[in-house]
């Protein structure tokens, strides 16, 4: 079973090669387009956290509510991803692409005056709706990026949207302490006003380099791939990674602040660190998944478990009886960005595999298939994260909030490996009782 997959992926890889020696300059200019919207969006949606909940609070807004309207960006997220997936040839891709970053722009800039607004509900309101609607151009644009990659770079999809995380991660290692120094220098105000700009600026750009594409609607089930049991153990680790680290944004400004005495600049440089460990980690452990594929399972389980134990000792868990400082703290977010890559770079490939063995034919269906789901489960733990953190923290403290949190992946983690337990022994029993079948004498006295 491995052997035809080795040689596909060497495959690949050579028309990866190949491919890329001789790009067009249509190919570029939509590399280009698609890292302008990965990096520009990604700084506008991770600006709020350093000094967002803060102003709220002074809007008369407590941290549960902070945390939904964190939290809704990821459900309008993650409906109208479904939805523009869908009706991409109708809308148009080239047409879809620029309309999300034309909302986006607005949005953030909207979201910037939203502190003129009177305090209390319609503050809130406001909040919410504006949020939901910039939710809903992020998906546009997002759907329509990667259809555009798909069809442009055919032969090596995978390797131009990894390439592409590189600007997704600058933007949210960037976002933070650029909105938290903007804050302090200037207020309010003018973090989304100038960034929100930025975006705006790049429309016409895009619409004069990126090439006109037209889409075609996928037809494949979701349903018959994550109802297999493996994959939805999977999907339920690409969960709870995900709520972990979105359970920070609402929590961890006001933590720090708070116990701490730090300033929002400052805040957005704690955030720096989670996001650099990341990024820099990413690309070799990539390297070493594909590398060596029968380690994924145990990248994956350890990256779980290290994710719990970084949780444990952020705040740090109480019955530790540990003070808390903030280079443990600073520490801990190093090792939950090591720990998100070391567990999630070998989610997506998993999945793949899994789908292939069970009959899933090979090519861009399939891998439409898997990119939906896996959008999905990260939408889906972004928005119960923020929600549970900000209840959490009202309820209890920091502290116990991140330990009940950093149990979720713990949890499924240990499940996905009861399952690999069960997989290897029942393997083991075939293979025996295989071997017992090849001893028997072909004739009997």
Request: net charge neutral; glycine share 10%; with cysteine.
């Amino acid at each position: 079973m491995t052997t035809p997959e080795v040689a596909d992926s060497g495959d690949q890889n050579e028309n990866s090669r190949e491919e890329s020696e001789k790009w067009t300059k249509s190919q570029i200019f939509t590399l280009i387009s698609a890292a302008s919207m990965n990096f520009s969006s990604m700084v506008c949606y991770s600006i709020l956290g350093p000094f967002f909940p803060k102003e709220a609070v002074k809007k008369g807004v407590n941290a549960s509510t902070v945390g939904m309207i964190f939290g809704c960006f990821s459900v309008f997220n993650l409906i109208f991803s479904l939805i523009m997936g869908k009706y991409i040839v109708q809308i148009g891709a080239k047409f879809m692409f620029v309309a999300g970053m034309l909302v986006s722009g607005c949005c953030t800039i909207l979201f910037g005056i939203l502190n003129l607004a009177p305090d209390g509900p319609i503050f809130i309101s406001l909040c919410f709706i504006v949020r939901s609607v910039d939710a809903i151009g992020f998906a546009a644009s997002t759907t329509a990026s990667f259809s555009i990659l798909a069809a442009t770079f055919p032969n090596n999809v995978a390797t131009v949207m990894g390439s592409l995380e590189i600007f997704t991660g600058l933007g949210l290692s960037l976002g933070p302490p650029i909105g938290g120094y903007l804050y302090q220098l200037f207020g309010y105000q003018i973090p989304f006003v100038l960034l929100g700009c930025v975006v705006l600026l790049m429309i016409p750009l895009n619409m004069c380099i990126l090439p006109r594409c037209d889409g075609v609607a996928s037809t494949g089930s979701f349903w018959q791939l994550v109802l297999i049991p493996k994959v939805t153990l999977i999907c339920l680790i690409i969960f709870s990674i995900s709520s972990s680290i979105s359970f920070l944004d609402p929590t961890i400004s006001l933590f720090l602040i708070d116990k701490f005495k730090l300033k929002p600049g400052s805040v957005g440089l704690v955030f720096l660190g989670h996001a650099l460990a990341y990024a820099l980690s990413s690309p070799f452990l990539g390297l070493l998944s594909d590398k060596i594929p029968r380690i994924r399972k145990w990248l994956m389980l350890v990256g779980s478990w290290l994710i719990a134990l970084s949780f444990l000792l952020l705040g740090p868990a109480p019955f530790f009886h540990i003070k808390g400082q903030l280079w443990l703290f600073i520490s801990m977010l190093v090792v939950t960005g090591f720990s998100l890559s070391l567990c999630g770079i070998p989610l997506f490939p998993e999945v793949i595999i899994c789908a292939y063995e069970r009959g899933f034919e090979k090519g861009l269906g399939t891998l439409g298939i898997v990119s939906g789901i896996f959008g999905a489960f990260w939408c889906l733990g972004s928005f119960v994260g923020p929600i549970l953190g900000g209840f959490l923290y009202d309820k209890l403290n920091f502290e116990w909030a991140a330990t009940v949190q950093g149990g979720i992946p713990f949890v499924f983690g240990t499940l996905l490996g009861v399952y690999y337990m069960v997989e290897m022994a029942h393997k083991r029993s075939h293979s025996g009782n295989v071997l017992e079948e090849e001893r028997k004498p072909l004739i009997t006295n």
